[in-house]
């Protein structure tokens, strides 16, 4: 006789499913094929622009990150970091809006699409996927510059040195704490 246990355990060995997505690939209809061959393209596109875009955020950070400000610079430099640093935030966070607008769209598309044509539906999901996670990319691409741009600006302002070092961890959380208190 099999010990009940001994069946759930093996149940946890099953290896991982395919996504979805590769599964409805092979009953995709001629409509689904061709409206994946046309989303496939312009997602390659809208990646590839998003990509040389980060690079060049990058080479960009790497630059000004190698450029060091002498604290304290003057207050018109202290000014412009301010405001670019308000820029990069406020243009993620209206990414971030239309991000998550583009994942209530892509969901009701992709709702409508299945009941027409389910190869529809499942290019549907794929394409909005592929958008969606690129449009994170980007919003986290920004918030990090944004984060850089506040590095500097902190180095570059001599007001804001001279505050407690902390070599320990709960140190500095015991600090923080007392700061929110």
Not at 134 to 153: Q, S
């Given at each position: 006789m099999f010990d009940p246990a001994l069946l759930l355990s093996l149940e946890a060995l099953t290896p991982p499913q395919p996504p979805v997505t590769v599964q409805e690939r092979a009953w995709l209809s001629p409509l689904g094929t061709a409206a994946q061959r046309v989303s496939q393209r312009l997602v390659e596109a809208y990646g590839t622009k998003s990509e040389e875009w980060s690079r060049q955020l990058d080479a960009f950070k790497t630059q000004l990150e190698s450029f060091k400000l002498q604290a304290p610079e003057s207050a018109e430099i202290l000014a412009t970091l301010d405001r670019l640093i308000e820029e990069y935030e406020a243009h993620a966070e209206i990414r971030a809006m239309l991000s998550r607008r583009l994942i209530k769209r892509v969901h009701r598309d992709v709702k409508g699409l299945f009941k027409i044509d389910p190869s529809l539906g499942a290019v549907g999901r794929t394409t909005g996927d592929?958008?969606?996670?690129?449009?994170?990319?980007?919003?986290?691409?920004?918030?990090?510059?944004?984060?850089?741009?506040?590095?500097?600006?902190?180095e570059a302002s001599g007001e804001d040195r001279g505050g407690p070092m902390f070599d320990d961890a709960e140190a500095l959380k015991r600090h923080l704490d007392a700061l929110a208190a």
């Open positions: 592929a958008l969606i996670a690129t449009e994170r990319r980007i919003v986290e691409d920004l918030l990090d510059f944004a984060l850089v741009l506040r590095a500097v600006r902190a």
